[in-house]
């Protein structure tokens, strides 16, 4: 290559005389040497500065070398940019998201020239990542402007579909996936799981069929057939067949259990070292901004956690904040380290004081921007009851509401849902057992040490009385309660949970009891949750 060319990465002139810096430092990060990356990539910016792809490598480098603050503080700078290209802008996105940075997403975006671009497939994928984080007004306007362009392929069906899913209108979403799979054949295992998400016995049968068909040549152990198995266990489960629905739920919790390898012996540790870690109280921002009050809505998965939220989202004073890992990754920050998990030992040992203020800090800010001057703001993630010690002992202001339910009811919901990257306890019974076991342990403890900030909401009174529950609810977040807020299958707004497709149909009162039709194969779960289930007749 002739002295004083350069390489164009992703709209960046790289000149070539530091093209090696850039090779080894991919290479040296395929090898998982990610300190020795971020090295060479240091070279680069060192020469370089307005070289933006050697900073956002350098961030993903640092966050493998587990230095979770400094690749922070490069994210945050690149936040401010001005994209050369819809790919570079892409690839930020993706940077961001990882520290759960909605906000500065939604800035990079709106800065990526989207509205002009033809570029079809960059559209997509910018698209693509904003749904899983709440951004679905973006992501429809971009999904437009592809339908503006005459590009609606496959990818776009399945985004079209996913947003209709959550914003409840069943029917387009069948329509837009029904699309897809017309169009993509058999390779959308995924799309086939989601149309099972509502009923719709109109294809239930040809459903079932090609469903089947394509398990029998799917590849043994992957993701598609967990996907297909799953897809297959809710048909037959709506159409009643036990047995059916049962083998092919063993099916897939078989793969879905081998991928996750759930370690119970390390789940028990965790669940003690929440228990009994210091806890120390942040220190005071010095001027704190004024901003919403957080309310964190946590429970197993599948406890109703989703009514609640929408329940409290029809007051006019509060904004959902849906299920976000925004907490999480405020902890990660709190502790200098890139925990994959919700927490882990190595994160509880770091937590101090200032790193308490951090975690603050952040939340803070995420919420501010979401409620737009609103009273109250929530937090969906269930799991985050796992942090219910440290979202205390952070914010003065916080408020826990802890969903329960019935713990076969719950648990039994649990085992019947496809997770993506959580809940690996929940593929096998005895290891749902023993987290739910310490699971009601953990929020005893909190709950003892917190009475006054941690609300306990059973569901099934919740069922029984809406409005004397409801008004309890509001009263405990400081609210005036409204009869509207008992409206929660209204249209608006999204929900992006994995009740996608009962949470607006209504309060339901039916829910209970459906473990009951298969009992004879849930002995393990039975018998693991034997100290915490009422004998039948009591």
Known sequence: MPQGTTIDIHGYPLPAALGPHWQRGMALAGQGDMAAAAACMQAIVDARPDFLPGRLQQAHFLL?????RDA?????????????????AWHLVRLLRRFELHEQVAGVVSRSGWEQSWNAEGLCRLASQLGPIGLYGPMEAILERLSALGSV????????????????????????????????????????WMLTLHEDATHADADRHATEVELERVRPGSEDEAYLAFALHNLLHAAGDVEGAWVALERGCRIKRQ???????????????????????????????????????????RSGTSVVERVLSGHPDVVDGGESYVMPAAMCAAADHMCNEIVDERMIQRIDAEGLRVAAARFRAHARWKAGGRAVFTEKLPSNFLLTGYILAAMPEARIVHMRRDPMDTCFSNLRTFFTGAAGYSYDQASLARYYLGYRALMAHWRERHPERILEVDYQAFVDDPEGQARRLLA??????????????????????????????GILRNRGGAWRAYAAHLQPLLEGLAPVLVPDGD
């Open 476 to 505: 405990f977040c400081g609210l005036e309660f409204l009869p509207s807020v008992l409206d929660v299958g209204r249209s608006g707004g999204y929900s992006a949970t994995a009740s996608i497709g009962s949470v607006r149909k």
């Open 64 to 68: 493998g070398a587990d230095r979770y």
């Open 153 to 192: 392929d496959v990818n776009v069906h399945v985004l079209r579909g996913t947003v209709a899913l959550v914003s409840g209108d069943t029917g387009a979403a069948a329509h837009h996936l029904r699309r897809a799979l017309a169009e993509g054949g058999d390779s959308l295992a995924h799309v086939r």
């Open 259 to 301: 991928a996750a390898r759930h370690d119970d012996a390390r789940q028990e540790r965790l669940f003690q070292a929440l228990a009994t870690a210091p806890l120390p109280d942040a220190p005071p921002d010095e001027a704190p901004e004024p901003g919403p009050r957080p309310v964190f809505i946590v429970g197993m998965f």
């Open 72 to 88: 922070l503080a490069i994210a945050l700078d690149l936040a401010d940019c001005m994209p050369a290209s819809l790919e570079f």
